[in-house]
């Protein structure tokens, strides 16, 4: 059974900076794109940054210059590293992955449990 999880939320102060990790376990035979969203209560869940397995990043207009994805592959692990954090940046951060099973032919997308990022004023 394939997991994803996340850790390193938590509580800081507007300009402070949190670096949020994501590991797949179990049978990964492949892992495609990984990306974050994030969602704040009463909101629609919205893309924050994506990479592919070749390193290739996307990071959404809104988070842009602050936020930076990386991954390694050895580890299969994607980190977000969130600098000068705005209370706006508040929500729940979900990593998600498109993964390729032993004996499967297409990829899967697979969602973490979420990890709470607060920002105070």
């Known amino acids: 059974q394939v997991q994803l999880v996340e850790s390193g939320g938590g509580l800081v102060q507007a300009g402070g900076s949190l670096r949020l990790s994501c590991a797949a376990s179990?049978?990964?035979?492949?892992?495609?794109?990984m990306g974050w969203y994030r969602q704040a209560p009463g909101k629609q869940r919205e893309l924050v940054a994506t990479?592919?397995?070749?390193?290739?990043?996307n990071v959404a207009f809104s988070v842009k210059g602050r936020f930076t994805i990386s991954r390694d592959n050895a580890k299969n692990t994607v980190y977000l590293q969130m600098n000068s954090l705005k209370p706006e940046d508040t929500a729940v951060y979900y990593c998600?992955?498109?993964?390729?099973?032993?004996?499967?032919?297409?990829?899967?997308?697979?969602w973490g449990q979420g990890t709470q990022v607060t920002v105070s004023s």
């Open positions: 998600n992955a498109d993964i390729l099973k032993p004996y499967n032919t297409h990829y899967m997308n697979y």
């Open positions: 990479i592919t397995s070749g390193g290739s990043t």
């Open positions: 179990g049978s990964t035979l492949s892992i495609n794109a």
